[in-house]
């Protein structure tokens, strides 16, 4: 079975640029969520998916952040413009079902470095 | 927004020692989750405890959920290098909506 998949692995930009980033669900998964890590800390939700309609955004700056499941399969999150103190690695997760005793499989993650 | 605060941050022990951590918040939680993450590698799921008072056991790892769902310990019995990592507990709201990641331990078992 294919697990997440994500794209790019790293992304390095100037502040005030804007960047997307990328990310396949395992197939049949109708759960997608987007962390955010910054260095030291541990994941932070910024967005849930259930098919294509959110659940919980209630943590993403949605002044430059967006997000979004077209088809609820494939997901993009963009960044628009960055700011220094977005530098982090972006983790997609995706889960078979949203409600309990549920395992989320993570993708390795977009290290994002803003400049 | 609920919170799992994750003790100690930081853990270096000697191969063969035992270590324990803990995961602690003041909301109930529908399940709770232990992961483990590499540098470089997204996080991977460890166990899923349900049940206030549960205990699983995964080889050298003995994972348990209070009796209130509010707190999990994750105990190891002779650590060894290879469980040097990140660990991170995860709760599950009510509702069952919404994955919320502890701050993490970060354990290295020297040789």
């Known amino acids: 079975e294919a697990g997440v998949a994500q794209s790019p692995r790293y992304k390095i930009i100037e502040k005030r640029q804007s960047v997307a980033f990328w990310c396949n669900p395992i197939s049949g998964h109708a759960t997608l969520y987007w962390y955010q890590q910054i260095l030291g800390q541990g994941p932070k939700l910024l967005i849930q998916f259930q098919n294509n309609g959110v659940v919980d955004d209630s943590q993403l700056p949605k002044d430059r952040f967006s997000a979004e499941r077209l088809k609820g399969v494939d997901s993009t999150l963009k960044i628009q413009p960055a700011k220094l103190e977005d530098s982090a690695v972006y983790l997609c997760?995706?889960?078979?079902?949203?409600?309990?005793?549920?395992?989320?499989?993570f993708g390795q993650g977009t290290r994002l470095t803003v400049v | 927004t609920q919170l799992l605060e994750q003790s100690p941050q930081f853990l270096s022990i000697q191969e063969g020692e035992n270590l324990t951590v803990y995961c602690n918040s003041s909301?109930?939680?529908?399940?709770l989750q232990w992961y483990r993450q590499e540098p470089g590698e997204g996080p991977v799921l460890l166990v899923t405890v349900v049940t206030g008072g549960e205990v699983k056991k995964l080889k050298r790892l003995t994972f348990q959920f209070g009796d209130a769902r509010k707190d999990s310990s994750l105990h190891i019995t002779a650590a060894q290098p290879g469980d040097t990592g990140l660990y991170l507990c995860a709760g599950e709201g009510m509702a069952g909506n919404m994955l919320t990641f502890g701050g993490g331990t970060r354990l290295m078992v020297k040789p």
């Open positions: 909301s109930v939680f529908s399940s």
């Open positions: 997760a995706s889960s078979p079902r949203g409600r309990f005793d549920t395992e989320a499989f």
